[in-house]
């Protein structure tokens, strides 16, 4: 019921804001979303831009429902801004080499190990390298993700050497018949010459086939200027976003890539070892879209609902408490919106209630005039319509008995469908324009 309300909303609404719609003011909407998903403003600017440019050239104004057709085109526009396709990642050679840099407690040791298992699907035979020499609880904690993905972990706790690790690892891979070797290294906190100095000396040594930088996609906008000195120093092959769980914005990949454009390879959300996914431009783009709440927000720049009354009449259509007043607002909103016949489904209840009405504005004046006769309290209050106040409304509104009688049990039955559909699982129903 709700999608087909939703559609038949989209439709029309696209129908009905042909002349409205204002594509500088979306646009501007879509910017200020775009920044609140960390995207940096420049991006955004330059981004919006180019969305506008696109909305007018592809004459939005016009479109059947230029409200999907803008939300289209930003959709484009950013799946193409985060590499079109997704990248591959290359992995022949024997062994392969993966060489894994970032910051201290951006994830890399859990996508170390996250990868060797994702690799061990492909059935191919990982060793993971323990190159973090500072720390030795961090020999640990790779060992004990190798245990639980059944994959070895090359460690030497007594060398004090990360390039000569990584060399005899690899040596030990030959030997061992591993095919890929997955070189998890020390991070610091901050970018620093010495680490930035290792990582650079571990690559010449053991030139990888991937240097993969590891960026927390929750530090926003500092993810892109540690990018920008990771690439400067390793021109590494590819990122990943990790920490993208929950509701962690997607900006930093959208701005990532762009500063530094290199194809964003894997992102990564939660601590379990199998919540390694492919990058997939147009997904993280819908996801974009969806944190920014750019789809809710085109919408809404055409949107003649006013969202705040919509928001108080859902409360009280769950409430029971939806009254005459409600019922005039709601009339008033459909005229506006015109085509009322297609538009009448949309009002909970009153689509069914009122089916054989015939539906035409005259048949609203009735209603409206029979409104306009009651008192506040009794717009407000629906129950306290007894036999002596409909007989004032008929004389008030100049309309019979029976129409009086049969508006009241139309409302009526309304609300008996309304009560049902609160009782339906899931809330039961949205009003249009709701989210
Ligand atoms: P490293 O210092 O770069 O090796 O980072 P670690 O792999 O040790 O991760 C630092 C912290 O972040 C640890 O507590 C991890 O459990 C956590 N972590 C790593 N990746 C993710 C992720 O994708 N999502 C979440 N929620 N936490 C993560
Ligand atoms: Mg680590």
Redesign the pocket.
Known sequence: LTERLESAFKNLKGEARINDLNIANTVKDIRRALIDADVNYKIAKEFTDRVKEKATGEKVINAISPGQLMVKIVQDELTDLMGGTEATFDITGNPAVVLIA??????????SGKLANYLKGQKKSPLLVAA?IYRPA?ID?LKVLGEQINVEVYSEPETKDAVAIAQNAIKEAKTKNKNVVII?TA?RLAIDEAMMTEVADIKTAVNPTEILF?VDSMTGQDAVNTAKAFNDRLNFSGVVL????GDTRGGAALSIKYTVNKPIKFV????KLD?LDVFYPDRMAQRILGMGDITSLVEKAQAQFDEEQAKKLEKKIRKNQFDFQDFYDQLQQIKKMGNLKDLMGMIPGVGKAIKDVDISDDAFKGVEAIINSMTPYEKANPDIINQSRRTRLSKGSGKSMEDVNAFMKQFEQMKQMMKMMNKMPMGGMRMPGMR
Request: hydrophobic residues 20%; aromatic residues 4%; glycine residues 20%.
């Open positions: 970032g910051l201290q407690g951006s994830g890399k040791t859990t996508f973090d961090a904690q998890d991070g590891v990790t920490k993208l769980d990564s959300s939660g601590e919540t």
